[in-house]
């Protein structure tokens, strides 16, 4: 199959039933083994200091692994995509722009996926039999999803790194399909965190995340768990995996109008707002990437959201800062004293 870099989450299964296998360019920036090495790419070639790390990223794996096509999502993500393309197009790139519609709508959705297909010479037909193909895998990533939250077995950042790495199915699906269906059987086999025994003497807290994946993932689901505390909801990485538990999407346009990222805060909020309490969640961790729009979000969630929040700003520190670590142990210890006096209250 021939590789197509991905700007973020997209209709994967249209690119699928046309020969591409996508690449999720967030996912190749992050793992890198030095991925300062990736900006400097970016900043080298003009982009500027305080532009997004995740843009210069995605622009440095590009020009380093020869990625040759690239499909943008130019409406529904990030605003710096548009120059991104142009700069892409610039380097001799080729370049397809995607938009997600202005509103969850079935319609539209079913008219945008068409027109994708239709540019990238397959059908919609096709599509839907490599929807078919992805259900077994989209169906074990809400599994690792439930026993996360409900059974307790899995960690924030094991629950992160295998829903946010279904953008792409780590660019080999059956591999994928093994190596999670391993872990979860592992799961299964592994005994509940102590957290009955723990909650009820209030020491073990249970957060969501919500925003874009962090810059500085994996040390920051580890420190929270040094904190006596656990994320059991990851609000965009689900989405990534299109969660649907009652298999009600019939289509895909169906699918990819229920899926909240690339839509308002109010869709975002429809989603957030009751898994807070079905997750039994004690305070809120919003992530923003510095120089992003989408931060200013952060005073429609505090006003929507009856839950501590912790919001955290990102750049391009790949490890969580000292300061970081401070206000995290601040905001546990905050939390950890509500939900105490929440539990004598009760009594």
Same mark, same amino acid.
């Given at each position: 199959?021939?590789?197509?870099?991905?700007?973020?989450?997209?209709?994967?299964?249209?690119?699928?039933?046309?020969?591409?296998?996508?690449?999720?360019?967030?996912?190749?920036?992050?793992?890198?083994?030095?991925?300062?090495?990736?900006?400097?790419?970016?900043?080298?070639?003009?982009?500027?200091?305080?532009?997004?790390?995740?843009?210069?990223?995605?622009?440095?794996?590009?020009?380093?692994?020869?990625?040759?096509?690239?499909?943008?999502?130019?409406?529904?993500?990030?605003?710096?995509?548009?120059?991104?393309?142009?700069?892409?197009?610039?380097?001799?790139?080729?370049?397809?722009?995607?938009?997600?519609?202005?509103? $969850? +709508?079935? @319609? /539209?959705?079913?008219?945008?996926?068409?027109?994708?297909?239709? #540019?990238?010479?397959?059908? &919609?037909?096709?599509?839907?039999?490599?929807?078919?193909?992805?259900?077994?895998?989209?169906?074990?990533?809400?599994?690792?999803?439930?026993?996360?939250?409900?059974?307790?077995?899995?960690?924030?950042?094991?629950?992160?790194?295998?829903?946010?790495?279904?953008?792409?199915?780590?660019?080999?699906?059956?591999?994928?399909?093994?190596?999670?269906?391993?872990?979860?059987?592992?799961?299964?086999?592994?005994?509940?965190?102590?957290?009955?025994?723990?909650?009820?003497?209030?020491?073990?807290?249970?957060?969501?995340?919500?925003?874009?994946?962090?810059?500085?993932?994996?040390?920051?689901?580890?420190?929270?768990?040094?904190?006596?505390?656990?994320?059991?909801?990851?609000?965009?990485?689900?989405?990534?995996?299109?969660?649907? $538990? +009652?298999? @009600? /999407?019939?289509?895909?346009?169906?699918?990819?109008?229920?899926? #909240?990222?690339?839509?308002? &805060?109010?869709?975002?909020?429809?989603?957030?707002?009751?898994?807070?309490?079905?997750?039994?969640?004690?305070?809120?961790?919003?992530?923003?990437?510095?120089?992003?729009?989408?931060?200013?979000?952060?005073?429609?969630?505090?006003?929507?959201?009856?839950?501590?929040?912790?919001?955290?700003?990102?750049?391009?520190?790949?490890?969580?800062?000292?300061?970081?670590?401070?206000?995290?142990?601040?905001?546990?210890?905050?939390?950890?004293?509500?939900?105490?006096?929440?539990?004598?209250?009760?009594?």
């Amino acid at each position: 199959m021939t590789t197509i870099g991905i700007t973020t989450t997209v209709p994967t299964e249209v690119l699928l039933a046309a020969g591409y296998q996508p690449v999720d360019l967030n996912n190749l920036f992050i793992s890198d083994p030095d991925p300062e090495r990736l900006v400097d790419i970016a900043e080298r070639a003009g982009f500027p200091i305080n532009c997004c790390t995740w843009i210069k990223g995605i622009y440095g794996v590009v020009m380093d692994q020869g990625i040759d096509t690239v499909l943008c999502v130019t409406s529904g993500d990030c605003s710096n995509t548009i120059m991104l393309m142009e700069v892409l197009k610039l380097k001799g790139r080729n370049v397809i722009p995607f938009a997600y519609p202005a509103h $969850p +709508d079935v @319609s /539209q959705m079913q008219y945008t996926l068409e027109s994708l297909a239709q #540019t990238l010479n397959t059908t &919609l037909d096709a599509a839907e039999e490599a929807r078919i193909k992805l259900e077994k895998a989209r169906r074990l990533a809400h599994e690792l999803d439930e026993l996360t939250w409900r059974g307790n077995v899995v960690s924030g950042w094991e629950n992160h790194f295998w829903l946010v790495s279904s953008s792409d199915f780590m660019v080999d699906i059956d591999e994928y399909e093994r190596q999670l269906d391993q872990l979860i059987t592992e799961c299964h086999d592994r005994e509940e965190r102590g957290e009955r025994q723990e909650r009820k003497k209030g020491n073990i807290l249970r957060l969501a995340y919500i925003g874009v994946p962090p810059i500085f993932a994996r040390d920051l689901y580890d420190f929270v768990e040094s904190q006596g505390a656990r994320v059991v909801f990851n609000e965009i990485q689900r989405q990534f995996a299109m969660p649907n $538990p +009652d298999n @009600s /999407q019939n289509s895909l346009a169906e699918q990819y109008s229920s899926y #909240t990222y690339p839509y308002s &805060l109010s869709d975002r909020l429809n989603d957030i707002l009751p898994q807070l309490p079905y997750r039994r969640v004690d305070g809120v961790i919003h992530y923003v990437q510095a120089f992003c729009h989408r931060g200013i979000g952060d005073i429609i969630f505090r006003h929507h959201i009856d839950l501590p929040i912790l919001t955290l700003e990102g750049n391009n520190d790949y490890l969580l800062t000292q300061h970081l670590k401070t206000r995290i142990e601040a905001f546990t210890d905050i939390v950890r004293r509500r939900a105490q006096a929440s539990l004598v209250s009760r009594r």
